[in-house]
């Protein structure tokens, strides 16, 4: 009897940005020279998205918290930007929790155990809190928050949610991982920003994890690894700038992937008795198409393979932590077979894998 995931949902806000508005508003917001700007759209057309959902517009399509005629360096403060996140926030994740909630025919009071990630936005009374209310959840619910990891947050949400499982066998852990990319949004030339600005949208995912006798089908939590690369803490960065959180990102990131995950995945699948060979399918965190086109060769997977991984990427963008959930709910629909590994990749440089198994 271990832990499975029984269920998943996800949600996107009502707002669709294509990828040609999305380079249109770069451009303008970035006051970019001629140059740049066809750097930009080179950059734009070549990074694997198609359209992403953006909670910072309205329904009829429009923002105010970037101002064409602002200082690209000050479009609005850090405190500005937390001011929106979590009425933007907490129905997003409300409505993830919902779907997660019909597709496994649970009820609210099914829950144990609330488990929140998100590294976008902090509150106090915060995420959780609100989730609680929405759902109608028990005042004495115990949470737990996993903040400020960045993409491979979610597979440390589920190993949380595992533990609590584990040691608690007649519990319903209720995950909920959102993300509000487009708050954090930078045009001044910052190292790393016009690729972030290119990739990131915004979503929100829930999961339900616990042991339940009659759902054998459902893919069981078989382990989860963790690996902090070396020489890499400087691939990738994360911080509280005066005008949202500001991103480092170093275009050596797959150059480095390319060397280390390989050894990686097959140190920690011999610790449960596995090869690489003996895995079916594979869920990879699109931090972009060249990371996704790296792993692809290291492991030698057929392009079918990521099919998904690239349709999320293609649709939605990297949505941070929530991503990975969005791959899985996925392959889990259309009945992928197992052995599943998914992996994400976050500041550290940090990979997080999970894998998933019949029993």
């Known amino acids: 009897m271990k832990p499975r995931i029984l269920s998943i949902g996800t949600a996107t806000p009502e707002y669709t940005l294509t990828q040609e508005s999305a380079l249109d508003l770069s451009v303008e917001l970035s006051g970019a020279s001629p140059r740049r700007a066809r750097a930009m759209q080179v950059l734009y057309k070549n990074c694997g998205v198609s359209q992403r959902h953006i909670a910072i517009y309205d329904a009829d399509g429009h923002q105010d918290l970037y101002q064409p005629n602002a200082n690209p360096r000050h479009h609005a403060s850090t405190s500005e930007r937390m001011r929106r996140y979590l009425p933007l926030a907490a129905p997003l994740a409300e409505e993830a929790c919902h ?66 499982a584990l040691a ?24 790393g920003s016009d690729v972030a600005n290119a990739l990131f949208g915004d979503g929100a995912a829930a999961c339900l994890i616990g042991i339940d006798p009659e759902v054998d089908h459902a893919p069981v939590i ?21 005008s949202g959180f500001e991103m480092q990102l170093s275009p050596s990131v797959p150059d480095h992937l390319a060397q280390v995950v390989k050894p990686w995945i097959e140190q920690w699948l011999e610790k449960v008795e596995m090869r690489i060979e003996d895995i079916a399918c594979w869920a990879i965190h699109p931090g972009g198409p060249r990371v996704l086109k790296v792993i692809g060769n290291v492991f030698q997977l057929d392009p079918l393979i990521t099919s998904m991984t690239s349709q999320v990427l293609r649709e939605h963008g990297n949505m941070s932590s929530p991503t990975i959930l969005f791959i899985l709910q996925r392959m889990l629909d259309v009945g992928s077979r197992l052995p599943i590994v998914a992996m994400a990749f976050g500041p550290g440089l940090v990979g997080e894998g999970l894998l998933l198994t019949k029993s």
């Open 168 to 191: 608690h066998r007649d519990s319903v852990v209720l995950l909920c991982c959102v993300e509000l990319c487009s708050l954090h949004f930078q045009f001044g030339g910052q190292q």
């Open 222 to 242: 078989a382990s989860t690894g963790s690996m902090i690369f070396e020489n890499t803490q400087g691939a990738m960065g994360w911080w509280i700038g005066d």
């Open 99 to 164: 779907s997660c909630l019909a597709r496994s025919n649970m009820k609210p009071e099914s829950i144990t155990h609330l488990v929140t990630v998100s590294c976008t936005g902090f509150a106090a009374p915060g995420l959780d809190l609100a989730i609680i209310d929405q759902l109608g959840l028990a005042r004495d619910t115990p949470r737990v928050h996993v903040g400020f990891m960045g993409c491979h947050g979610a597979i440390n949400g589920l190993r949380v949610a595992h533990a609590l």
